[in-house]
């Protein structure tokens, strides 16, 4: 016989299925041997609800399709195994709602038959296999698991009712629980996570005693169900850094079985608590905890997104390698990643932020070297390198040039008509202190805490860090 597995399904098909299974075949999309295509008219030309007559040989088809060719028995075997698994392939597409193929829920639906035990088990075993060889225990990982130990469940209810039917229900209610317990964790940190940024009027609520529930249970030990179960807890105390510390020691103890997904969403958000509540209230050590976690997403590759670098992304990591004094490697970084920016924005990107790089290394002639002659179409790099190269000149005493470019730059700011209102007054109250600090005189202590006044009243500054820098230096007589 050529395979019984093969001849019980298509048995099991009925002559509508047979006639669509053949135009499946003939597709070229889907097959382009035409070695299946005789196979099957050979096969299909017996009667194959009748074993009797399905019991012809393998040395016959051979003979029928390749003629005089010595019989090869590993190349036959071959080919009724690629037609096997063409057959898999149209019941997949054919029953699956989405019209997928290598749908192993679908197929298992279809195969729950006494008759086809041995492609029901091929499946199970099949799926398994390559869910294991994924290496990732997501919430997907668990939903699959809880199909497939649910239809192996029904399966054996039906033919066999063995005692080990149990263990299959038993793992399904398992990865249910898993699934249900992951999703939901994470439904609850994404919800906490817009109570920042949006007023809503729904809640997400967790049942009562919830998280120490799971703090006591054995789906802990899901990586998944672990890793929001950390960053449900940052998110409802993070005054506590020890809650940072336990999901950042978390994702560095090398939690293979995240999926990337999950594993980025993670670092993102430890990258908005260190931002957004740490350095935005003055705690610069975490700069440093900022940088590692970018060169970590670097690393493995985390941060392009839809072929690109996203421009945020390339201005925050910049920033932070400048806050840090980590020069050569920014330097090395831009180099390498404008190129992977948005076209539009690659060249702007490039010359302003090596000139950041090289103002914080106090390497101001190449910085004037930069921006001078560079017209921005972008408004935050055109007004910031326009400030840029003010401070430089400030820096070298270069009073001639600086005096030009705050006439030029601030008839720019009158007539950009696009700069907000709010915007136009923070550059037009930075270009009137670095007027009057550049006209102070040596010694002037008088002038200079009068200025120091002015700018402890402003609150409409751009760059109010810097100025303060340069009031501190004339205080002590730089």
Request: net charge neutral.
């Amino acid at each position: 016989m050529p395979s019984k597995k093969l001849l019980t399904l298509l048995g099991t098909l009925s002559r509508p299925e047979l006639i669509r299974f053949e135009k499946y075949l003939q597709s070229p999309y889907f097959n382009e041997n035409e070695e299946l295509k005789s196979l099957y008219k050979l096969l299909i030309c017996k009667n194959l609800g009748d074993s009797e007559d399905a019991t012809f040989e393998k040395k016959k088809l051979w003979q029928q399709l390749y003629q005089n060719q010595p019989y090869n028995d590993g190349q036959m075997r071959r080919l009724l195994s690629e037609l096997t698994q063409h057959i898999l392939n149209f019941i997949s597409l054919e029953y699956s709602p989405k019209k997928t193929i290598h749908n192993p829920i679908t197929l298992l639906e279809f195969l729950k038959n006494e008759e086809l035990e041995v492609h029901f088990q091929g499946v199970v075993r099949q799926t398994e296999i390559s869910l294991k060889k994924s290496g990732v225990r997501n919430s997907n990982f668990y939903l699959q698991q809880y199909w497939i130990k649910e239809q192996c469940y029904q399966y054996t209810e039906k033919w066999e009712r063995k005692p080990g039917m149990f263990d299959d229900l038993t793992s399904a209610n398992y990865y249910l629980d898993c699934y249900y317990i992951s999703q939901k964790l994470k439904s609850y940190c994404n919800w906490l996570d817009y109570q920042k940024l949006f007023s809503v009027k729904s809640e997400i609520l967790l049942p009562f005693g919830f998280l120490d529930w799971i703090s006591n249970s054995a789906y802990l030990k899901e990586p998944t169900v672990k890793g929001y179960y950390l960053l449900s807890h940052l998110l409802i105390n993070p005054d506590e850094e020890s809650n940072y510390y336990n999901l950042k020691n978390f994702l560095n103890s090398k939690y293979t079985q995240l999926s990337s997904v999950d594993e980025k969403a993670f670092y993102i958000f430890l990258i908005n608590y260190c931002i957004d509540k740490k350095i935005n209230i003055g705690k610069k050590d975490f700069f440093l905890e900022l940088f590692t976690i970018y060169k970590i997403l670097l690393k493995n590759n985390q941060l392009i997104d839809n072929g690109f670098f996203p421009s945020q992304d390339y201005k925050t990591i910049t920033h932070v390698g400048i806050q840090v004094q980590e020069f050569a490697w920014t330097e090395a970084f831009i180099q390498e990643y404008t190129p992977k920016l948005p076209p539009e924005e690659r060249e702007n990107a490039l010359t302003y932020n090596l000139a950041k790089v090289y103002f914080a290394q106090q390497q101001y002639e190449k910085v004037i070297e930069q921006l001078r002659e560079v017209e921005y179409d972008n408004l935050t790099y055109a007004l910031g390198g326009k400030l840029m190269l003010l401070k430089t000149y400030y820096e070298l005493n270069e009073y001639l040039a600086l005096d030009s470019l705050l006439d030029s730059f601030r008839v720019y700011l009158r007539r950009n008509k696009v700069i907000s209102k709010e915007v136009r007054q923070q550059y037009l109250n930075v270009l009137r202190f670095i007027k009057k600090l550049s006209n102070v005189r040596p010694g002037d202590a008088a002038a200079v805490a009068k200025i120091e006044q002015q700018i402890a009243e402003c609150k409409n500054l751009a760059d109010k860090g810097w100025i303060v820098q340069k009031v501190e230096e004339l205080k002590k007589g730089g």
